[in-house]
């Protein structure tokens, strides 16, 4: 069986999505404010990430409010979880085929 790097899945393409999900996989939520800080990108550029995963069914967003101030949560969905597990296992598999 041949391995390819066409075969993992787009959306972790970006390094930006890429570290949403890295995030999300080992905790339960973060919300807007932690995601940003801990990939150090701007307001728009996460937020334009978090909707492409979000379209893709991989992130659900919780909207609320913490003393009066909006606050927005992440979460990896089961969608999410299984597509990341499967991209990682590819990459795993893909690395260790290469050290052969």
């Known amino acids: 069986m041949k391995l390819s790097f ?12 890429l570290g949403i999900m890295s ?17 150090g990108v701007t307001d728009g550029n996460l937020a334009t990430h978090i909707k492409k995963l979000e379209k893709e069914g991989f992130v659900s967003v919780e909207k609320s409010f913490i003393d009066n101030k909006p606050n927005t949560k992440y979460e990896m969905t089961a969608e999410g979880k299984a597509a990341f597990d499967d991209y990682l296992s590819l990459m795993e598999k893909i690395i260790n085929a290469k050290k052969s």
């Open 6 to 17: 066409d075969d993992l899945h787009k959306a972790f393409e970006s390094r930006v999505r």
């Open 23 to 39: 995030a999300l996989a080992v905790n339960d939520s973060l919300d807007f404010s932690a995601l940003k800080e801990f990939l």
